[in-house]
């Protein structure tokens, strides 16, 4: 079977040799190209073309999508929740057959990868790197410019390639190693060659699996954009390739005007002959006419129009598990192509060529080949619909364009933070709590939530987690002065707890009331009240606010008591809530601080003290090692009172170099854009859930976040649970549902009629 493979010598780097040709192969990634508005893939399309353009003359280049079929097993298996025996097994158990439910439904075990090969003939290998090192930067900055990421690969990652398509489902035995493979004398070819492969006249068999190669034979005058994506779009493994051969534009117009000459000949003899024939009326026929126009168009298109002249070729492997599947694919791709004018032919006899063809060696062994120019050849774009499927990530739903699973994982992202926007009934909270769930039963991290609107109580409770109720009336405390030995990121907590509690006295005494003198007698009492505290090493008993009221009394300056008799309320007053000792478990993996209850006088407060503890905890677990996600529900609460507002934005910066990451949610998104410190937060984002959302909404959302009219179809007048997902810059819309007959759903659910009560 090694003869088989036409490739005669690799080297780590990626680069290939097949005859005098070497190779190198660049993957790059799939763009939202089907759901964008017209203004936005007319934009594509033409970075497209500018990309052809590029590719050298001097070479070729081999556009690849590969139909990759996974492990099932394996992909199951990494997202299933395995047993821990904490109590919440029997949650795992219903998450796990929500997920099996879900790829029962899709059905499909496929990802879609593309890739782009180019081959030139050269003279030595050092010649052909320095090729490739040349057009590999130009390839990638334009993919970068399509919003879509290439990378080169190395000798490994395009073994992996033929060995996914050789093995399809299986898993490579081992990595390849190929200085390991030289050491013991083995051949590369070894790690990914079938084990049998048997020619047929119009199909093959590898090893128990058949296969078929098919090339476009005749093109349509008029070519839809979508027909590449719909050649592909078969639940099988297959591979499609766009071979591309750039022609020199000297020789390319100086074929065209010789072609041109020729048809302007065939029409000057055909006009001598009518006049011979005294017929002088005679009008030039059709043929002829369209021949002339046509080619004065290619003519125009390469000296005026900055297009180029490339031959094409178009060529599809598919494979089955018997000949019968085989023969049924076969028709549906030919009727694919046949309803857009098109023609698939079978290659007869020369399947093993077509194959070569076909997958990305480099080399091509089928010359049916067809003269276009670069916006013909742009046209079978390969470009469909952007996936999300990170790594370790955390299922999402799935997307409503290819329906194939969307698991992010936000901890890859440049910035991890979030927002959820939709009306109420959107299911904002509903997608919040799956996200708690997944995390809470998946990993080992802290959760904790800022619940203004007590949503999140059962859901906590069941997961064994801590609700703190805080309100004026309530007997749970929670001390505003709280603080140990990790407070803060600086060397000494103290700094950090003055400028917390200096603050604090703004909101109390009204922002820019605080006189500079003030501000030291603060800074001074704060110091004096954590000095035995912190010589003790921050254990014993925490200084209270009351503490601090006392000291500012005892302080000789008018301007002291004057702060007292400020914070008097808030201190030894009635709204004392924050001026007591903390008698609830502030240590519990997650956390639910209702503030419902908190009435408008000790709401501002309330929010700066929980935000203040919560980022507390997220710098104790850094320093621990350990990730802390935190959910803000009615997000733009904390953007209505201005320290609330800046405390947020602070944490909201700093929080992902302390393994933190932060949600916000919340249905008045037009008095969330009121903000300018919110609107930069939602900007800047890498991670956004946008749910059905109301007319005005929709249009500030679209000019902030750059949202086509197309896609602002997946936010109106939807169902609840479906919208659009923005990560890292890509928007990808998605469906998600979840089974009503189970316990995770009533905790999650807000509906009156569906959600656990009190006591059930």
């Given at each position: 079977?090694?003869?088989?493979?036409?490739?005669?010598?690799?080297?780590?780097?990626?680069?290939?040799?097949?005859?005098?040709?070497?190779?190198?192969?660049?993957?790059?990634?799939?763009?939202?190209?089907s759901?964008?508005?017209?203004?936005?893939?007319?934009?594509?399309?033409?970075d497209?073309?500018?990309?052809?353009?590029?590719?050298?003359?001097?070479?070729?280049?081999?556009?690849?999508?590969?139909?990759?079929?996974?492990?099932?097993?394996?992909?199951?298996?990494?997202?299933?929740?395995?047993?821990?025996?904490?109590?919440?097994?029997?949650?795992?158990?219903?998450?796990?057959?929500?997920?099996?439910?879900?790829a029962?439904?899709?059905?499909?075990?496929?990802?879609?990868?593309?890739?782009?090969?180019?081959?030139?003939?050269?003279?030595?290998?050092?010649?052909?790197?320095?090729?490739?090192?040349?057009i590999?930067?130009?390839?990638?900055?334009?993919?970068?410019?399509?919003?879509?990421?290439?990378?080169?690969?190395?000798?490994?990652?395009?073994?992996?390639?033929?060995?996914?398509?050789?093995?399809?489902?299986?898993?490579?035995?081992?990595?390849?190693?190929?200085?390991?493979?030289?050491?013991?004398?083995?051949?590369?070819?070894?790690?990914?060659?079938?084990?049998?492969?048997?020619?047929?006249?119009?199909?093959?068999?590898?090893?128990?699996?058949?296969?078929?190669v098919?090339?476009?034979?005749?093109?349509?005058?008029?070519?839809?954009?979508?027909?590449?994506?719909?050649?592909?779009?078969?639940?099988?493994?297959?591979?499609?390739?766009?071979?591309?051969?750039?022609?020199?534009?000297?020789?390319?117009?100086?074929?065209?005007?010789?072609?041109?000459?020729?048809?302007?000949?065939?029409?000057?003899n055909?006009?001598?002959?009518?006049?011979?024939?005294?017929?002088?009326?005679?009008?030039?026929?059709?043929?002829?006419?369209?021949?002339?126009?046509?080619?004065?168009?290619?003519?125009?298109?390469?000296?005026?129009?900055?297009?180029?002249?490339?031959?094409?070729?178009?060529?599809?492997?598919?494979?089955?598990d018997?000949?019968?599947?085989?023969?049924?694919?076969?028709?549906?791709?030919?009727?694919?192509?046949?309803?857009?004018?098109?023609?698939?032919?079978?290659?007869?006899?020369?399947?093993?060529?077509?194959?070569?063809?076909?997958?990305?060696?480099?080399?091509?062994?089928?010359?049916?080949?067809?003269?276009?120019?670069?916006?013909?050849?742009?046209?079978?774009?390969?470009?469909?619909?952007?996936?999300?499927?990170?790594?370790g990530?955390?299922?999402?739903?799935?997307?409503?364009?290819?329906?194939?699973?969307?698991?992010?994982?936000?901890?890859?992202?440049?910035?991890?933070?979030?927002?959820?926007?939709?009306?109420?009934?959107?299911?904002?909270?509903?997608?919040?709590?799956?996200?708690?769930?997944?995390?809470?039963?998946?990993?080992?991290?802290?959760?904790?939530?800022l619940?203004?609107?007590?949503?999140?109580?059962f859901?906590?409770?069941?997961?064994?987690?801590?609700?703190?109720?805080?309100?004026?009336?309530?007997?749970?405390?929670?001390?505003?002065?709280?603080?140990?030995?990790?407070?803060?990121?600086?060397?000494?907590?103290?700094?950090?707890?003055?400028?917390?509690?200096?603050?604090?006295?703004?909101?109390?005494?009204?922002?820019?009331?605080?006189?500079?003198?003030?501000?030291?007698?603060?800074?001074?009492?704060?110091?004096?009240?954590?000095?035995?505290?912190?010589?003790?090493?921050?254990?014993?008993?925490?200084?209270?606010?009351?503490?601090?009221?006392?000291?500012?009394?005892?302080?000789?300056?008018?301007?002291?008591?004057?702060?007292?008799?400020?914070?008097?309320?808030?201190?030894?007053?009635?709204?004392?809530?924050?001026?007591?000792?903390?008698?609830v478990?502030?240590?519990?993996?997650?956390?639910?601080?209702?503030?419902?209850?908190?009435?408008?006088?000790?709401?501002?407060?309330?929010?700066l003290?929980?935000?203040?503890?919560?980022?507390?905890?997220?710098?104790?677990?850094?320093?621990?090692?350990?990730?802390?996600?935190?959910?803000?529900?009615?997000?733009?609460?904390?953007?209505?009172?201005?320290?609330?507002?800046?405390?947020?934005?602070?944490?909201?910066?700093?929080?992902?170099?302390?393994?933190?990451?932060?949600?916000?949610?919340?249905?008045?998104?037009?008095?969330?854009?009121r903000?300018?410190?919110?609107?930069?937060?939602l900007?800047?984002?890498?991670?956004?859930v946008?749910?059905?959302?109301?007319?005005?909404?929709?249009?500030?959302?679209?000019?902030?976040?750059?949202?086509?009219?197309t896609?602002?179809?997946?936010?109106?007048n939807?169902?609840?649970?479906?919208?659009?997902?923005?990560?890292?810059?890509?928007?990808?819309?998605?469906?998600?549902?979840?089974?009503?007959?189970?316990?995770l759903?009533?905790?999650?659910?807000?509906?009156?009629?569906?959600a656990?009560?009190?006591?059930?």
């Amino acid at each position: 079977m090694q003869g088989a493979i036409p490739i005669r010598r690799i080297w780590e780097d990626g680069i290939f040799q097949s005859g005098n040709l070497f190779s190198k192969t660049f993957s790059f990634t799939d763009i939202n190209y089907s759901i964008a508005g017209k203004e936005d893939k007319t934009a594509m399309f033409l970075d497209y073309a500018e990309l052809l353009n590029s590719l050298d003359s001097g070479s070729s280049a081999k556009i690849t999508i590969h139909n990759r079929r996974v492990d099932r097993k394996r992909l199951e298996e990494s997202l299933l929740l395995p047993p821990k025996k904490d109590g919440l097994d029997s949650f795992r158990e219903e998450y796990n057959r929500m997920l099996l439910s879900q790829a029962a439904g899709n059905g499909s075990s496929l990802v879609q990868e593309r890739y782009l090969t180019v081959s030139a003939a050269k003279r030595s290998i050092e010649e052909a790197r320095r090729f490739f090192s040349r057009i590999g930067s130009d390839l990638l900055a334009r993919f970068s410019q399509l919003s879509s990421f290439g990378r080169e690969l190395d000798a490994a990652a395009r073994l992996q390639i033929l060995h996914d398509f050789f093995h399809a489902g299986k898993s490579a035995p081992f990595v390849f190693d190929l200085q390991d493979h030289m050491r013991k004398g083995h051949s590369f070819k070894d790690w990914f060659c079938p084990d049998s492969m048997e020619l047929h006249k119009d199909c093959f068999q590898i090893d128990d699996r058949w296969g078929r190669v098919l090339y476009l034979q005749d093109y349509a005058n008029y070519i839809r954009d979508a027909m590449i994506a719909e050649l592909c779009n078969l639940d099988r493994s297959l591979m499609l390739s766009i071979d591309i051969l750039p022609v020199p534009t000297d020789e390319a117009v100086k074929e065209i005007q010789n072609r041109l000459l020729g048809i302007q000949t065939n029409i000057a003899n055909w006009q001598r002959r009518q006049n011979a024939n005294q017929n002088f009326s005679a009008t030039v026929p059709y043929d002829l006419e369209q021949q002339q126009k046509e080619t004065t168009e290619v003519l125009d298109d390469l000296t005026t129009r900055d297009q180029r002249m490339m031959f094409g070729l178009v060529t599809l492997v598919h494979m089955a598990d018997t000949k019968k599947q085989l023969d049924s694919d076969t028709e549906t791709i030919l009727s694919a192509a046949g309803k857009n004018l098109c023609r698939m032919s079978v290659l007869r006899w020369q399947q093993k060529d077509g194959l070569d063809t076909a997958l990305p060696y480099g080399v091509r062994k089928i010359h049916a080949l067809r003269s276009l120019t670069t916006e013909s050849a742009a046209v079978l774009i390969p470009f469909r619909a952007q996936e999300i499927l990170h790594e370790g990530g955390i299922y999402y739903g799935q997307n409503a364009v290819s329906k194939n699973r969307i698991v992010a994982n936000r901890r890859k992202l440049l910035n991890g933070n979030s927002f959820r926007l939709g009306v109420s009934g959107s299911g904002k909270s509903f997608s919040a709590k799956e996200e708690i769930v997944s995390i809470a039963l998946s990993t080992e991290d802290d959760i904790l939530i800022l619940d203004p609107e007590s949503e999140f109580t059962f859901l906590t409770e069941a997961l064994g987690g801590e609700v703190i109720h805080i309100s004026a009336t309530s007997d749970t405390h929670v001390n505003a002065m709280d603080m140990d030995k990790s407070y803060g990121d600086a060397r000494n907590p103290l700094i950090e707890k003055s400028q917390f509690l200096l603050s604090l006295f703004e909101q109390l005494v009204g922002a820019g009331n605080i006189s500079a003198k003030e501000k030291s007698i603060l800074d001074r009492c704060t110091s004096e009240v954590y000095r035995t505290y912190l010589s003790n090493h921050c254990l014993g008993e925490v200084p209270t606010l009351k503490d601090l009221y006392n000291t500012l009394l005892q302080q000789p300056e008018p301007e002291a008591q004057g702060l007292a008799l400020s914070s008097e309320l808030f201190i030894t007053g009635s709204l004392n809530t924050f001026a007591q000792p903390t008698n609830v478990d502030t240590k519990a993996r997650i956390i639910d601080y209702d503030i419902r209850e908190l009435g408008e006088q000790l709401l501002p407060i309330g929010m700066l003290v929980t935000l203040d503890a919560i980022f507390n905890r997220v710098i104790q677990n850094w320093k621990k090692g350990k990730t802390t996600w935190i959910f803000a529900d009615e997000i733009y609460l904390l953007f209505k009172y201005q320290y609330s507002a800046e405390f947020f934005y602070k944490l909201w910066k700093r929080i992902r170099k302390y393994r933190g990451l932060i949600t916000g949610l919340t249905q008045n998104i037009e008095e969330l854009l009121r903000s300018d410190t919110a609107r930069l937060m939602l900007a800047n984002s890498e991670f956004l859930v946008l749910l059905n959302q109301s007319a005005t909404d929709r249009d500030e959302l679209a000019k902030l976040l750059h949202i086509s009219e197309t896609q602002l179809s997946y936010i109106t007048n939807v169902p609840a649970g479906c919208g659009l997902i923005r990560c890292a810059g890509n928007i990808v819309p998605f469906e998600n549902s979840f089974p009503k007959n189970t316990k995770l759903y009533k905790l999650m659910t807000t509906k009156p009629d569906e959600a656990l009560r009190e006591g059930s």
